[in-house]
């Protein structure tokens, strides 16, 4: 099974500012990797797949990047709906599909 | 407009069963996999089974292999999951997910969820 790492549980950012959240795999998964929004009482929202394609409807402020093990979402230019738990997911071996753990991004 | 809606859930006693449903518009749903995740209260995203297009390939999380069935009906555009020996640690919000592709290739992510239905496994 390949476990997802995301090395922050929380992340205190301003509004305004950038927020950088990591991601590793404990394997080479290509670029197999897709970014999840979740906002509180929400079903989850597609972001980002292949690591660095944006999904429909996602603004140009969300961005991806990596491959391999070690993968990053930046976020630019945080806005108030942006605070939110981020996963990232493993599809390139499976079953199972895994999710890392969430990144709780709040305001500082 | 692709739309996913869930029902079935409920409260349960351990050791009992539950058939969650999954109703599919808005897409093709004969051309897609389908998969059940996971979330318990508070906690993160879990995966718990997959379905081909087909209904040819089926997967399955340890944690629920053996008692859980996944299956789904492309006449009715319907996804089920079929749960037995239900446990206090299967209690969770449970969510269909649409898969971008059919089974094979990297295309298993997901680009529409459902609002989820709430299964508590409680004596």
């Known amino acids: 099974e390949i476990v997802m790492t995301q090395s922050s549980v929380t992340l205190s950012v301003s509004p305004g500012e950038r927020a950088t959240l990591s991601c590793r795999a404990s394997q080479n998964i290509n670029s197999n990797l897709a970014w999840y929004q979740q906002r509180p009482g929400q079903a989850p929202r597609l972001l980002i797949y292949?690591?660095?394609t944006r999904a429909t409807g996602i603004p140009a402020r969300f961005s991806g990047s990596g491959s391999g093990t070690e993968f990053t979402l930046t976020i630019s230019g945080l806005q108030s709906e942006d605070f939110a738990v981020y996963y990232c997911?493993?599809?390139?071996?499976?079953?199972?599909?895994?999710f890392g753990q969430g990144t709780r991004l709040e305001i500082k | 407009e692709v739309q996913l809606v869930e029902s079935g859930g409920g409260l349960v006693q351990p050791g009992r069963s539950l058939r969650l449903s999954c109703a599919a518009s808005g897409f093709t749903f004969g051309d897609h996999a389908m998969h059940w995740v996971r979330q318990a209260p508070g906690k993160g995203l879990e995966w718990v089974s997959a379905?081909?297009?087909?209904?040819?390939?089926?997967g399955y999380a340890a944690s629920v292999k053996g008692r859980f069935t996944v299956s789904r009906d492309n006449a009715k555009n319907s996804l089920y999951l079929q749960m037995n020996g239900l446990r206090a640690d299967d209690t969770a919000l449970y969510y269909c997910?649409?898969?971008?592709?059919?089974?094979?290739?990297?295309?298993?992510?997901?680009?529409?969820w459902g609002q989820g239905t709430l299964v508590t496994v409680s004596s």
């Open positions: 292949g690591a660095s």
């Open positions: 997911q493993q599809y390139n071996t499976w079953p199972p599909i895994t």
């Open positions: 997910a649409k898969a971008t592709g059919g089974w094979y290739g990297p295309s298993n992510y997901f680009d529409y």
């Open positions: 379905i081909s297009w087909n209904s040819g390939n089926t």
